[in-house]
């Protein structure tokens, strides 16, 4: 199996911070990488697909890039929307497999 | 609109059955492979089940091997998970998905296994 390893798994940040959170696999698993904002008690929205494609209707400020094993999503100007916990997901290979979460909390 | 709509989720005894499903408009789901992940209480996000566009194919996470039965009906836009001999763990949200590069997902339903 695909472990995803992501980290911080919690990070506290000002509104305007930048902010970057990565992802490292197992293996390789070229750019089939996804991620994902989720909110308390709502479902996950995906933000990037194949590891830098902006999903859309989201907002330029959020960045995606890595190819390989190695990770990184990057929002550039925290807002105060933008306190979640964020997802990375492999779908390269079964069985499909996420990042533990990073939780961006407010500082 | 493309839009996810999940049904069936409730309270079921351990080694009960409940049958989830799924219902898709806005987008061509008979081309694509759907999936289930599921949340459970506090934790973390975690893939169960996916089907490809004919149902031809299916895969499962060895957690509910055995247990779970992934199917669609394209005709009907539907996609179902059949969960039999449910256990504690298996208390979570479940989600269905559209394949990552269109990202898609449902608003989840609410599966508690409990005595």
């Known amino acids: 199996d695909i472990q995803m390893t992501q980290s911080p798994s919690s990070l506290s940040a000002s509104v305007g911070d930048r902010v970057t959170i990565t992802c490292r696999a197992s293996?390789?698993?070229?750019?089939?990488l996804a991620w994902f904002q989720q909110k308390p008690g709502k479902a996950p929205r995906s933000l990037i697909s194949?590891?830098?494609s902006l999903q859309s209707g989201v907002p330029s400020k959020f960045s995606g890039s890595g190819s390989g094993t190695d990770f990184t999503l990057t929002i550039s100007s925290l807002q105060p929307e933008d306190f979640a916990t964020y997802y990375c997901?492999?779908?390269?290979?079964?069985?499909?497999?996420f990042g533990g979460g990073t939780k961006v909390e407010i500082k | 609109e493309e839009q996810l709509l999940e049904s069936g989720g409730g309270l079921v005894q351990p080694g009960g059955s409940l049958r989830l499903s799924c219902a898709a408009s806005g987008f061509t789901f008979g081309s694509n492979t759907m999936k289930w992940v599921r949340q459970a209480p506090g934790k973390g996000l975690e893939w169960v089940s996916s089907?490809?566009?004919?149902?031809?194919?299916?895969y499962y996470a060895d957690s509910v091997k055995g247990r779970f039965t992934i199917s669609r009906d394209n005709s009907k836009n539907t996609l179902y998970l059949q969960m039999d001999s449910l256990r504690a763990e298996d208390t979570a949200v479940y989600f269905c998905a559209s394949p990552s590069r269109m990202g898609y997902w449902g608003q989840g339903t609410l599966v508690t296994v409990s005595s």
């Open positions: 089907i490809s566009g004919s149902g031809g194919n299916t």
């Open positions: 194949a590891a830098s």
């Open positions: 997901h492999q779908y390269n290979a079964y069985p499909l497999t």
């Open positions: 293996q390789g698993i070229s750019n089939n």
